[in-house]
């Protein structure tokens, strides 16, 4: 190359340099947010122990890194190379199916009981469940478990090749046999999901997602509904679905593991569906309700179950943060008196998919214990 050709290529490579640095410093290019769980680094504190340690060297580091110019950019472009190439899925936790199915690693593992809690745990907190229904009931409210339907049980055709296997009695399976035994309410959309999935017009899970599609969520809020007539006697509000409109643009969950990919090309083009809901709650008598549940119900919330099905129904998340319809603001747990609001409430419902298994049910089988 001539002396002309490598001062051109200099400059060229110093420009490619720079431009991270003028990004740094200017954001003049808006950049897609990452999503998932993550932090950005803080910028330290400049200190003589720090210093002389190394360790606001190393913190240093770390800012400048989460804060580069392009810095998103790169990291969804090493993301997309891992996927496209290499078949790994640079997220925590999460596994790349046959077809592009994705999944998390929980849902796998519980679907094939990898783990599995044992019968004598799962008895036992059956056991706290029957104690607590008993209670609720002598007080005249209504008791019922959800199971959530799970990615696992629902997909298992499209598991990784390492994860073919099942080896047995699974945490749910067990759950619901001892539910049978002492009588705790429950209703298994696990189950009814499977039974629908060659049967349904529209898909139930969708291929990139953990939760259930949109559409299965406006099945689960009708039968939800309709369960609490049946076991209160009361009049609860219908839902009316309207028609159903076919989309590739996903809304809610629909497409909630795909996103924490970070990766630049979508992985998945089917055609989703999504109906108007509207819930006819005119002359109804609302109950109150406390529903103490995972991720899953977040949908539900998210289009009105609490407010419009309930009165203001309160949404315990993990048992461990409060959402009430028009409040923004969770609230802590530790500044709630859990006893006081079971006893104030008509309706009790604790939901949990295959995945949480070992978190059900968040610690509130052992409120009633005492009294």
Same mark, same amino acid.
């Given at each position: 190359m001539s002396r002309k050709g490598l001062h051109i290529a200099s400059w060229v490579l110093l420009g490619l340099l720079l431009v991270p640095i003028f990004q740094q410093l200017t954001?003049?290019?808006?950049?897609?947010?990452?999503?998932?769980?993550?932090?950005?680094?803080?910028?330290?504190? +400049? !200190?003589?122990?720090?210093?002389?340690? &190394?360790?606001?060297?190393?913190?240093?580091?770390?800012?400048v890194s989460d804060r580069f110019g392009f810095h998103n950019l790169f990291i969804r472009v090493n993301n997309q190379v891992a996927f496209s190439l290499y078949r790994k899925a640079l997220a925590s936790g999460v596994e790349i199916g046959k077809e592009n199915y994705l999944y998390e +690693? !929980?849902?796998?593992?519980?679907?094939? &009981?990898?783990?599995?809690?044992?019968?004598?745990?799962?008895?036992?907190?059956t056991a706290k469940l029957a104690r607590l229904q008993q209670y609720l009931g002598e007080k005249g409210k209504t008791f019922v478990v959800v199971f959530a339907a799970g990615k696992g049980t629902f997909y298992p055709e499209y598991f990784p090749d390492k994860f073919s296997k099942t080896t047995g009695l699974n945490n749910q399976e067990s759950y619901t046999r001892y539910f049978e035994e002492y009588g705790v309410n429950y209703i298994d959309f696990n189950q009814w999901f499977r039974e629908m999935k060659d049967t349904s017009s529209y898909i139930l899970y969708p291929r990139t997602g953990i939760h259930w599609s949109y559409y299965g969520m406006t099945l689960v809020a009708d039968s939800l509904a309709r369960y609490l007539e049946a076991v209160t006697g009361e009049d609860f509000p219908d839902i009316e679905r309207g028609p159903v409109k076919l989309s590739r643009h996903y809304r809610e969950t629909d497409d909630d593991i795909e996103r924490a990919l970070n990766i630049i090309f979508r992985v998945n083009y089917d055609k989703m569906a999504y109906p108007d809901i509207t819930f006819h709650d005119e002359g109804v008598e609302k109950k109150k309700a406390i529903i103490i549940a995972d991720s899953f119900y977040w949908i539900l919330f998210n289009v009105g179950y609490s407010e419009r099905m309930f009165d203001k129904g309160e949404f315990w998340y993990y048992n461990q943060e409060v959402y009430i319809p028009g409040n923004r603001?969770?609230?802590?747990?530790?500044?709630v008196d859990q006893l006081e609001k079971l006893n104030n409430t008509d309706i009790v419902i604790i939901m949990g998919t295959e995945a949480t298994m070992e978190k059900f049910p968040f610690g509130i089988e052992t409120l009633c214990l005492s009294e």
């Amino acid at each position: 190359m001539s002396r002309k050709g490598l001062h051109i290529a200099s400059w060229v490579l110093l420009g490619l340099l720079l431009v991270p640095i003028f990004q740094q410093l200017t954001g003049v290019v808006h950049e897609r947010k990452l999503k998932g769980s993550f932090s950005i680094a803080q910028v330290p504190n +400049l !200190n003589a122990e720090g210093w002389f340690k &190394g360790t606001f060297q190393d913190s240093l580091e770390d800012a400048v890194s989460d804060r580069f110019g392009f810095h998103n950019l790169f990291i969804r472009v090493n993301n997309q190379v891992a996927f496209s190439l290499y078949r790994k899925a640079l997220a925590s936790g999460v596994e790349i199916g046959k077809e592009n199915y994705l999944y998390e +690693l !929980n849902y796998i593992l519980a679907h094939q &009981g990898l783990d599995y809690l044992g019968d004598s745990m799962i008895e036992a907190t059956t056991a706290k469940l029957a104690r607590l229904q008993q209670y609720l009931g002598e007080k005249g409210k209504t008791f019922v478990v959800v199971f959530a339907a799970g990615k696992g049980t629902f997909y298992p055709e499209y598991f990784p090749d390492k994860f073919s296997k099942t080896t047995g009695l699974n945490n749910q399976e067990s759950y619901t046999r001892y539910f049978e035994e002492y009588g705790v309410n429950y209703i298994d959309f696990n189950q009814w999901f499977r039974e629908m999935k060659d049967t349904s017009s529209y898909i139930l899970y969708p291929r990139t997602g953990i939760h259930w599609s949109y559409y299965g969520m406006t099945l689960v809020a009708d039968s939800l509904a309709r369960y609490l007539e049946a076991v209160t006697g009361e009049d609860f509000p219908d839902i009316e679905r309207g028609p159903v409109k076919l989309s590739r643009h996903y809304r809610e969950t629909d497409d909630d593991i795909e996103r924490a990919l970070n990766i630049i090309f979508r992985v998945n083009y089917d055609k989703m569906a999504y109906p108007d809901i509207t819930f006819h709650d005119e002359g109804v008598e609302k109950k109150k309700a406390i529903i103490i549940a995972d991720s899953f119900y977040w949908i539900l919330f998210n289009v009105g179950y609490s407010e419009r099905m309930f009165d203001k129904g309160e949404f315990w998340y993990y048992n461990q943060e409060v959402y009430i319809p028009g409040n923004r603001n969770a609230i802590q747990m530790q500044d709630v008196d859990q006893l006081e609001k079971l006893n104030n409430t008509d309706i009790v419902i604790i939901m949990g998919t295959e995945a949480t298994m070992e978190k059900f049910p968040f610690g509130i089988e052992t409120l009633c214990l005492s009294e």
